[in-house]
């Protein structure tokens, strides 16, 4: 259990350390940010903790999360700052945030600021992944929110000598019900001054004070279309980055990797880069190296300039992308799941009247966020603070610790936002290396990765070969359905793990085996009364210190599964001569004997929903096929991710004379339960499809035997402003069966949306031309020579 | 060697080697974090300031080699009041993780500046080489038409003010 300390501590410390004057006078000039971001007057006992030590002297202990003080702090003026352990890629989580808890608390929202995921100062709620902000972590926020509003009113009732219950609250004043002119602010009882009530729970997941949380129906600030309280700081330019942080004495580093995948380093001829300008000294342990110096361009030159020997590997680490697929057929797997069986398909199969088979392709695919990885680390006073954009800045922390052997309470971690995380700072390789160098230096050392370095050597998602094999009967019923997966994902990338980051692995640290990794069977709520589902892993040559080293890359393994699994439904329903929609709507209602109906009811209604927006008419795939130069067609393709339903229409032009493939038209149904923020939920879908829109269309990381070949912008395509669809329709759902339910949980929204893009533009470059593709991606040049094949 | 640039209407002095990309200045020495590392290459514009009226890649501009005025995404703001661009990102809610965003505004403005009226063409080719990895395109777009119908009330209305 944590020990209770001193919390929330070190604001202000925070904010000037890590904003500087510019932070300074931006809040001077910035009306709503003020609001937003200043951790208004500071409670005394704040002051009190700051003036402890020198500032940021450390110890950083965690927060303790059973205070209701390490969650809230109510200002004299009525304000008030929440402390949360998530952070924010720029998905609105913080806004959501904020709109639960002052809901709960029956506070005005601009009244609030929120504090997200600094390891002093906040509460472990372990960062951000999976989608759960609101599915797990909004849940305790709001149970503390609606604590504090419980005490508040006892508060006030002592204060007026009535009872909590003739009181009534409204933002942040509470009056006497039978007596208006009676009335007290949040601010005057208890403004700058703590709680002091404990929470229970077992967990972070399960605090809670007493109070009840409000019905959904008193949710006033839920569900409103607010603008994310980040932006204006993000487009004024005054936003501090993780990028920008710096303290006095800092210095640059850059990393240089092997040239070639597993090679092994010689040596390093210090005499080419000693007498460069602010040169400080070549640190190298293993097969780490990096260069530090006085300024950032100084040590880009001098990563450059370093002549290191390298020992290339004795046997080729890779197979070649070309050879890919053909390796992943043939490997050994190094696991498999167990077959999840329905039924009998091996009489299913047999008895049908027609069968099926196809294989589908999916590729490696990097993150290649825009900024490449980066963070500073400061190991001033015996600590190490460190500011980065880690999406799971507690985990960090703890492998920080862990890898330098500190006490984990001399580590803290300062996130700040960060160029797109989508899993790429799950494991923190930058934040390690910052904080690996500033020990060895002695100084706060900043560290970026330099553009080819984060093409190759970033995590990236696995790539996938699929074999799908489908039976109709003689009513184009699906009576078996059969799906074999086998992913590239041997040795997957942990959390910020001391012994497998990066640079621990360069360095020859090794945990006692590699991780199994996972392959996944599709995620839909299809009714098919015979289905066998099998994923194996398998590996590729090269385990260690690999630049294909798997890691999750947003909605890890959905894109690539549900590609293969919802093209073939779609091949299925072309084999029975039904209509693409018509044929999902009859998986989803066919007889069934499982428990899922709140699941499928929720799926029916989100592909009418779909059908709806779209202008959906009726009839089989392909349609015929024209006679111009520009080919066009419509695509369906539904999935389920824990709890969340999306359906998506892509309406899709082929020029049959290049084998380029523009998007025109996007439609999303989805369904994620409680709306919080209708505004903020369709800007994450609409970049979370054309993200998906992008991998299929794009994306591939290239490789030889012996290194990854695509490295750049040219080399490694993106989406680009050219493909932006000309219109984008999202319809919000709630598909709940249960007309008299009020409305469902907040479930997760932001991966979710990426999932059936491909698979629906798939769809509809089929039905438009007759073409099925199975490879990601739909590049032109592929394209053009499946339609050349097909004679289209 | 000691170079001045002339940064948002200041006139700053540097004293740093002349092959120094315009970037690292802006940011390190300057404290204009505007511009942002992406690439270093070119290739994807986070690093996007205006020189001359021409969208111009910091990272592989030589700090000597910059002779005119320089705007960062912190010059676009003019007395406190931002720029319609800005104003349009906030209406239309642009930023998904706000990196690029730097890049795309700079670069619309220079867009804006040249072809106050443009097509839904004119702005994907002339923004196509700028890169958002939370593909925020479609809504880039929106903000930029949104922002152009801004900018064209805004110059009826100042030619009023004349008038009157």
């Given at each position: 259990?944590?020990?209770?300390?001193?919390?929330?501590r070190?604001?202000?410390?925070?904010?000037?350390?890590?904003?500087g004057?510019?932070?300074?006078?931006?809040?001077?000039?910035s009306?709503?940010l003020v609001?937003?971001?200043?951790a208004?007057?500071?409670?005394?006992?704040?002051?009190?903790?700051?003036?402890?030590?020198a500032?940021?002297?450390?110890?950083?202990?965690?927060?303790?999360?059973?205070?209701?003080?390490?969650?809230?702090?109510?200002?004299?003026?009525?304000?008030?700052?929440?402390?949360?352990?998530?952070?924010?890629?720029?998905?609105?989580?913080?806004?959501?945030?904020?709109?639960?808890?002052?809901?709960?608390?029956?506070?005005?929202?601009?009244?609030?600021t929120?504090?997200?995921?600094?390891?002093?100062?906040?509460?472990?709620?372990?960062?951000?992944?999976?989608?759960?902000?609101?599915?797990?972590?909004?849940?305790?926020?709001?149970r503390?929110?609606?604590?504090?509003?419980?005490?508040?009113?006892?508060?006030?009732?002592?204060?007026?000598?009535?009872?909590?219950g003739?009181?009534?609250?409204?933002?942040?004043?509470?009056?006497?019900?039978?007596?208006?002119?009676?009335?007290?602010?949040?601010?005057?009882?208890?403004?700058?001054?703590?709680?002091?009530?404990?929470?229970?729970?077992?967990?972070?997941d399960?605090?809670t004070?007493?109070?009840?949380?409000?019905?959904?129906?008193?949710?006033?600030?839920?569900?409103?279309?607010?603008?994310?309280?980040?932006?204006?700081?993000?487009?004024d330019?005054?936003?501090?980055?993780?990028?920008?942080?710096?303290?006095?004495?800092?210095?640059?580093?850059?990393?240089?990797?092997?040239?070639v995948?597993?090679?092994?380093?010689?040596?390093?001829?210090?005499?080419s880069?000693?007498?460069?300008?602010g040169?400080?000294?070549?640190?190298?342990?293993?097969?780490?190296?990096a260069?530090?110096?006085?300024?950032?361009?100084?040590?880009?030159?001098?990563?450059?300039?370093?002549?290191?020997?390298?020992?290339?590997?004795?046997?080729?680490?890779?197979?070649?992308?070309?050879?890919?697929?053909?390796?992943?057929?043939?490997?050994?797997?190094?696991s498999?799941?167990?077959?999840?069986?329905?039924?009998?398909?091996?009489?299913?199969?047999?008895?049908?009247?027609t069968v099926?088979?196809?294989?589908?392709?999916h590729?490696?695919?990097?993150?290649?966020?825009?900024?490449?990885?980066h963070?500073?680390?400061?190991p001033?006073?015996?600590?190490?603070?460190?500011?980065?954009?880690?999406m799971?800045?507690?985990?960090?922390?703890?492998g920080?610790?862990?890898f330098?052997?500190?006490?984990?309470?001399?580590?803290?971690?300062?996130?700040?936002?960060?160029?797109q995380?989508?899993?790429?700072?799950?494991?923190?390789?930058?934040?390690?290396?910052?904080?690996?160098?500033?020990?060895?230096?002695?100084?706060?050392?900043?560290?970026?990765?330099?553009?080819?370095?984060?093409?190759?050597?970033?995590t990236?998602?696995?790539?996938?070969?699929?074999?799908?094999?489908?039976?109709l009967?003689?009513?184009?019923n699906?009576?078996?359905?059969e799906?074999?997966?086998r992913?590239?994902?041997h040795?997957?990338?942990?959390?910020?793990?001391?012994?497998?980051?990066?640079?621990?692995?360069?360095?020859?640290?090794?945990?006692?085996?590699?991780?199994?990794?996972?392959?996944?069977?599709?995620?839909?709520m299809?009714?098919?009364?015979?289905?066998?589902?099998?994923?194996?892993?398998?590996?590729?040559?090269?385990?260690?210190e690999?630049?294909?080293?798997t890691?999750?890359?947003?909605?890890?393994?959905?894109?690539?599964?549900?590609?293969?699994s919802?093209s073939?439904?779609?091949?299925?329903?072309?084999?029975?001569?039904?209509?693409?929609?018509?044929f999902?709507?009859?998986?989803?209602?066919?007889?069934?004997?499982?428990?899922?109906?709140?699941?499928r009811?929720?799926?029916?209604?989100?592909?009418?929903?779909?059908?709806?927006?779209?202008?959906?008419?009726?009839r089989?795939?392909?349609?015929?096929?024209g006679?111009?130069?520009?080919?066009?067609?419509?695509?369906?393709?539904?999935?389920?991710?824990?709890?969340?339903?999306v359906?998506?229409?892509?309406?899709?032009?082929?020029?049959?004379?290049?084998?380029?493939?523009?998007?025109?038209?996007?439609?999303?149904?989805?369904?994620c339960?409680?709306?919080?923020?209708?505004?903020?939920?369709?800007?994450?879908?609409?970049?979370?499809?054309?993200?998906?829109?992008?991998?299929?269309?794009?994306e591939?990381?290239?490789?030889?035997?012996?290194?990854?070949?695509?490295?750049?912008?040219?080399?490694?395509?993106?989406?680009t402003?050219?493909?932006?669809?000309?219109?984008?329709?999202?319809?919000?759902?709630?598909?709940?069966?249960?007309?008299?339910?009020?409305?469902?949980?907040?479930?997760?929204?932001?991966?979710?949306?990426?999932?059936?893009?491909?698979?629906?533009?798939a769809?509809?470059?089929?039905?438009a031309?007759?073409?099925?593709?199975?490879?990601?991606p739909?590049?032109?040049?592929?394209?053009?020579?499946?339609?050349?094949?097909?004679?289209? | 060697?000691?170079?001045?640039?002339?940064?948002?209407?200041?006139?700053?002095?540097?004293?740093?080697?002349?092959?120094t990309?315009?970037?690292?200045?802006?940011?390190?020495?300057?404290?204009?974090?505007?511009?942002?590392?992406?690439?270093?290459?070119?290739?994807?514009?986070?690093?996007?300031v205006?020189?001359?009226?021409?969208?111009?890649?910091?990272?592989?501009?030589p700090?000597?080699?910059?002779?005119?005025?320089?705007t960062t995404?912190?010059g676009?703001?003019?007395d406190?009041?931002?720029?319609?661009?800005?104003?349009?990102?906030?209406?239309?809610?642009?930023?998904?993780?706000?990196y690029?965003?730097?890049?795309?505004?700079?670069?619309?403005?220079?867009?804006?500046?040249?072809?106050?009226?443009?097509?839904?063409?004119?702005?994907?080719?002339?923004?196509?080489?700028?890169?958002?990895?939370?593909?925020?395109?479609?809504?880039?777009?929106?903000?930029?038409?949104?922002?152009?119908?801004?900018m064209?009330?805004?110059?009826?209305a100042?030619?009023?003010?004349?008038?009157?």
């Amino acid at each position: 259990m944590t020990t209770f300390t001193t919390v929330p501590r070190q604001i202000e410390d925070a904010l000037e350390r890590c904003h500087g004057a510019s932070r300074r006078d931006f809040l001077r000039t910035s009306g709503l940010l003020v609001v937003s971001f200043t951790a208004a007057a500071l409670a005394p006992f704040e002051v009190e903790a700051a003036a402890q030590g020198a500032p940021g002297a450390g110890p950083y202990p965690l927060v303790d999360f059973r205070q209701l003080d390490s969650w809230i702090v109510i200002h004299e003026d009525s304000t008030a700052t929440f402390y949360v352990g998530k952070t924010d890629g720029g998905q609105g989580t913080g806004t959501a945030f904020r709109q639960l808890m002052c809901d709960e608390l029956d506070l005005a929202y601009d009244k609030s600021t929120l504090i997200m995921g600094r390891t002093d100062i906040t509460v472990d709620q372990g960062g951000s992944g999976g989608s759960d902000a609101l599915q797990v972590d909004a849940w305790p926020a709001r149970r503390v929110a609606a604590e504090a509003r419980r005490v508040l009113l006892e508060l006030a009732a002592a204060r007026f000598g009535v009872p909590a219950g003739e009181l009534s609250v409204r933002e942040g004043v509470i009056t006497v019900s039978a007596d208006p002119s009676k009335r007290v602010t949040y601010g005057e009882l208890i403004g700058g001054r703590r709680f002091n009530v404990a929470l229970t729970g077992q967990n972070i997941d399960a605090t809670t004070g007493v109070a009840k949380l409000k019905p959904v129906q008193e949710l006033k600030i839920t569900g409103q279309r607010l603008h994310r309280y980040d932006i204006p700081a993000k487009v004024d330019g005054s936003l501090k980055w993780a990028s920008g942080a710096k303290v006095p004495g800092m210095v640059h580093a850059r990393n240089v990797r092997p040239p070639v995948a597993g090679a092994t380093l010689v040596s390093i001829d210090e005499s080419s880069v000693k007498g460069l300008p602010g040169f400080i000294r070549v640190v190298s342990r293993g097969n780490y190296v990096a260069v530090v110096c006085e300024r950032e361009e100084q040590a880009i030159r001098a990563a450059q300039q370093l002549k290191v020997q390298w020992q290339k590997p004795a046997t080729p680490p890779f197979p070649g992308s070309d050879n890919l697929y053909s390796y992943i057929r043939n490997a050994t797997p190094t696991s498999s799941s167990k077959p999840d069986i329905v039924g009998n398909p091996d009489a299913a199969f047999a008895g049908a009247a027609t069968v099926i088979e196809s294989e589908y392709e999916h590729p490696f695919q990097g993150h290649t966020a825009i900024g490449p990885a980066h963070a500073m680390a400061d190991p001033s006073n015996g600590q190490m603070t460190i500011w980065s954009n880690d999406m799971k800045s507690y985990g960090l922390r703890l492998g920080v610790a862990k890898f330098l052997d500190m006490p984990v309470d001399r580590v803290r971690v300062i996130w700040m936002e960060g160029p797109q995380l989508y899993g790429r700072t799950a494991a923190d390789d930058a934040g390690f290396e910052a904080a690996f160098l500033a020990r060895e230096i002695g100084r706060p050392v900043r560290v970026q990765w330099m553009r080819l370095e984060e093409t190759a050597w970033d995590t990236k998602g696995p790539a996938y070969a699929f074999k799908l094999r489908g039976g109709l009967d003689a009513q184009g019923n699906v009576v078996a359905l059969e799906y074999h997966g086998r992913a590239v994902d041997h040795n997957h990338l942990g959390y910020n793990e001391p012994d497998t980051v990066l640079i621990a692995q360069l360095m020859g640290i090794r945990p006692a085996a590699p991780a199994t990794g996972g392959a996944v069977a599709p995620s839909e709520m299809y009714a098919v009364p015979n289905r066998r589902r099998v994923a194996d892993v398998v590996s590729l040559p090269l385990v260690w210190e690999s630049p294909l080293r798997t890691g999750n890359l947003r909605d890890p393994n959905g894109p690539q599964v549900h590609f293969a699994s919802e093209s073939f439904i779609d091949e299925l329903a072309a084999a029975a001569k039904a209509d693409p929609v018509a044929f999902r709507l009859k998986l989803l209602t066919a007889e069934t004997r499982d428990d899922s109906a709140f699941r499928r009811a929720r799926s029916i209604a989100a592909l009418k929903a779909a059908a709806e927006l779209y202008g959906w008419d009726p009839r089989p795939s392909p349609k015929p096929i024209g006679t111009g130069a520009l080919l066009t067609g419509r695509g369906v393709a539904y999935c389920y991710r824990n709890q969340t339903i999306v359906v998506e229409i892509a309406e899709v032009e082929v020029n049959r004379e290049t084998g380029h493939v523009w998007v025109k038209r996007l439609v999303c149904a989805h369904d994620c339960g409680l709306v919080v923020n209708p505004e903020g939920l369709e800007r994450v879908l609409e970049g979370n499809m054309l993200y998906g829109l992008s991998r299929a269309l794009h994306e591939e990381v290239r490789f030889d035997t012996e290194k990854v070949t695509s490295v750049d912008w040219t080399t490694h395509p993106t989406l680009t402003h050219l493909d932006a669809p000309a219109k984008i329709d999202i319809v919000l759902v709630n598909g709940d069966p249960d007309a008299k339910r009020p409305d469902l949980p907040h479930y997760g929204a932001g991966e979710a949306a990426c999932r059936p893009t491909a698979a629906a533009v798939a769809n509809a470059i089929f039905d438009a031309t007759g073409v099925r593709l199975r490879r990601v991606p739909f590049r032109d040049a592929r394209v053009l020579a499946a339609l050349k094949a097909a004679r289209v | 060697m000691s170079i001045t640039l002339r940064v948002n209407g200041n006139t700053r002095t540097v004293d740093v080697d002349p092959s120094t990309p315009l970037l690292y200045i802006l940011r390190n020495d300057l404290g204009l974090e505007g511009p942002r590392f992406g690439c270093g290459l070119g290739q994807c514009g986070a690093c996007t300031v205006i020189i001359n009226g021409a969208a111009v890649r910091s990272c592989v501009t030589p700090c000597s080699a910059v002779k005119g005025e320089i705007t960062t995404l912190e010059g676009l703001s003019k007395d406190g009041a931002l720029h319609p661009i800005q104003q349009a990102w906030i209406d239309e809610q642009v930023p998904q993780c706000g990196y690029c965003q730097n890049g795309q505004m700079l670069t619309a403005k220079v867009l804006l500046d040249r072809n106050p009226n443009p097509s839904d063409a004119d702005i994907r080719k002339f923004m196509a080489g700028t890169l958002c990895r939370c593909m925020t395109y479609y809504r880039i777009q929106a903000a930029i038409r949104r922002a152009a119908t801004a900018m064209k009330t805004a110059d009826t209305a100042s030619n009023e003010g004349v008038v009157a």
